[in-house]
């Protein structure tokens, strides 16, 4: 584990720096406070401290202030380290933001024992971010495909008409929806309807550009929402998804499957963007329109009224 030594005695420092890493410890060290600050507002910053509270330019007090004034991603465990020693000087610190304190001349199995302690509580907290970024993206996330689900491509369609609405740009919303999928489930089964499914996903996701963005938007639908693609683009490029749909059969364990998707799409003119539901309306009709045409095709929404 990284840990940052702020010490302006350099025999202090040279001590501290000897023992922790006999312990161990990746030792990053800082003559005064500003060289200190500086380490832990770096991108990757010690996770744990010890800060001496007397130091030129910034003291240790000061550091612990500016570190929970400002939000940050990880948690910095900071110990003060100090010759002050009466009980308000400890008080002070531990106000100020400290973590733990220790007092000159420290003990250096004391100090060993409380880097444990610091130890303990950076791993805990990198527990609970990961924990909450795993959550984080559960929740927009669909499990099957790995793709964003309903939620979160709504609100990349949001996004990215207010997107549009600012640089006068346009969006086209596209609404998929796999051709007779309930034959396949009922033919090969469950597991090899998923397989489907997944394959459908990675087709669409690998043939858009990175900023576009494809979601699962229920069953077996999908949402796509192609940035700056305009009346011109926006036909060809769903064109080619559904080709490369169509060509590539999916070699499951149990069997080698064809399927073929439909189509609506519908692409905003400069006069207007209209909402997101009536977006995803206009190409739930046009989609519609391709199931009732013979499926395996893309219907243009005859609400689009794209540019000149
Ligand atoms: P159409 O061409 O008219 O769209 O016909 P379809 O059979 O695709 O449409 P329908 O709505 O009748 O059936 C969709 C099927 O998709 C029914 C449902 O069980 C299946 N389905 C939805 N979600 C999943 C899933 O996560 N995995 C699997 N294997 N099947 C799913
Ligand atoms: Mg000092
Ligand atoms: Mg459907
Ligand atoms: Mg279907």
């Known amino acids: 584990m990284r840990i940052l030594i702020a010490e302006d005695e350099s025999l202090v420092r040279r001590e ?16 005064d406070g500003a060289a200190a600050w500086d380490a832990l507002s770096a991108e990757d910053a010690p996770a744990l401290a010890i800060l001496d509270w007397m130091m030129p330019e910034l003291d240790g007090i000061e550091i612990c202030r500016r570190l929970r004034a400002q939000p940050r991603e990880s948690y910095t ?18 106000d100020a933001g400290a973590d733990d304190y220790i007092r ?26 990961s924990a909450r970024d ?6 927009m996330h669909d499990a099957l495909t790995g793709l964003p689900n309903r939620r979160a491509a709504l609100d990349a369609l ?8 600012r640089e006068r740009g346009c969006v086209t919303v596209v609404l998929a929806d796999v051709d007779h999928f309930k034959r396949v489930n009922d033919t090969f089964g469950h597991p090899t309807g998923d397989a489907v499914l ?31 693609c305009d009346a011109q683009c926006a036909p060809r490029v769903v064109e080619r998804i559904r ?29 207007g963007l209209g909402s997101a539901p009536a977006l995803i309306a206009a190409a739930d009709a046009a989609l519609y329109r391709a199931k009732v045409e013979g499926r395996n095709r893309t219907v243009v929404s005859q609400h689009a009224r794209p540019a000149a």
């Open 243 to 271: 080709d490369r749909i169509a060509r590539e059969a999916v070699r499951t364990e149990q069997a080698i499957v064809s399927v073929t998707c439909s189509f609506g799409l519908i692409t905003t003119g400069p006069e």
């Open 104 to 129: 000159k001349p420290f003990d250096v199995h004391e100090l060993e024992a409380r880097l444990r302690v610091g130890r303990r509580i950076v791993q805990l907290q990198s527990e609970l971010v």
């Open 198 to 228: 997944r394959h459908v996903a990675d087709t669409m996701r690998t043939a858009v550009r990175p900023y576009d963005v494809v979601g699962r938007f229920g069953g077996e639908e999908f949402l796509l929402v192609l940035a700056d």
């Open 77 to 94: 465990y900071t110990i003060l380290l100090t010759g002050k020693d009466r009980p308000e000087d400890v008080i002070a610190g531990l």
């Open 134 to 139: 795993a959550m984080r993206f559960q929740a």
């Open 16 to 31: 501290l720096e000897v023992r922790l890493r006999r312990w161990g410890y990746e030792v990053v060290v800082a003559r």
């Open 158 to 165: 949001e996004r990215e008409l207010a997107r549009a609405a």
